[in-house]
DNA sequence: TGTACATCAGTGAACGCGCGTTCACTGATGTAC
DNA sequence: TGTACATCAGTGAACGCGCGTTCACTGATGTAC
């Protein structure tokens, strides 16, 4: 369990690892409530310190809805790459399995998902976010590009790869939000995802 | 300004029509600081009433919320239906036209276009919500069908409508949230429209 | 037309609540000699 | 090994705040006779 990261001083002095205690904390609450529905005293009371102890770590509520953030995008690309990996370079099926890694994510911590895609005020000015987003939009490049036999800087990959990453987005989010039910007859995600990646790496291109 | 609803009793006994003006106050609060954000004290305070009297016209606050969604998933839906039959019956520009007005309602109202499509909790349980919201997903299903020449109930038709609705919705919330800033190639959105209309309803069925 | 009454939209004061954040503190740990 | 000191993670009490909701009320309006 004591998963000690390589550069703490030890393992342990006071509490031991409150921080990522209180990030896992976090994480809970807001599986539970929603990202803005987290309270720093809830967490504080989660992890079993005081309600002042987050402010050694944190230097207010929104950087450590950030920590968080950035944890789960880290999450989600490592997910993604994975998917890609497990299937045949260039094949749609890769990219097909991307999708399904970035849909299960959010199926599987929606609080998160929402967390790491909303507009929340800072997200934007945080370069290591920005990043770590840029992180996750290449993988998704890489594969469409190996797909299409272009490079992943081509204008017309990003078009492409663009329109998965909506699609997928869009379906994730009509998902976790319940807006599903109002179809009668509802596909798996597997022939929704092959039958996309078909339509959108598969036909010519626009024009 | 003063436009009276038919049924209202004359034009206003006390204050007018207090109802109305709080769902108008509640619309900016919700674009100012989001679903979340939106309080029922500082709705008062904007329509210029005591904080109880709200629950003069509400029993609590989720009804105010739902009251919004009510009024956005109406306006939606118009905004759909004038923006197809603005097009040729059957045209893929048709459904682009309606996917353009879908992601310029999220565009215009970000705040109330979350509302509308977030999960909050007894949004489910009401029955006029689920059919404003089903009645809007029947706007593309009727276009999709006319466009592929099937009949709006066809599963195949369902299948479809559903692809457009998941990439619409997608680019949507990528916009909104200011996602697309890592797409260094950024076409209009009606290109990218007319493209998925093509890539969706043009290509061969799935399998 | 005038009077008595019922209605009910809006008031203003109050309630209890949980929150984010601060502050001086304490006490365990690590370090220098 | 022992002692003195610096560090700093966590404490607990306190602050001011805005919130959702309630309550008895008041006073303008509509209605019956």
Redesign the interface.
Known sequence: MADVTGDAPRSGYHHGDLRAQLIAAVRELVEAH?P??FSVAEAARRAGVSSAAPYKHFRDRPEILRAVAAEGLDRLRQAMQAAADSRPHGSLEAVAAMGQAYVDFARRE?GVFRLV???TEGH?ADQEL?LK??AC?GVVAQAAAACLGLDPGD?ET??RA??L??????????T?????S????Q?DDW??L???S???L??PG?G
């Open positions: 929603g803005d529905g929606p895609f909303g507009l934007e920005m987003g840029a939009l204008p990003g078009r663009y329109m990453w909506s699609f997928v987005h869009g379906h994730s989010f009509l976790i939000d319940r807006k599903t109002v179809m009668r007859e596909a022939s929704y092959m039958a996309i078909r339509a959108v598969g036909a626009p």
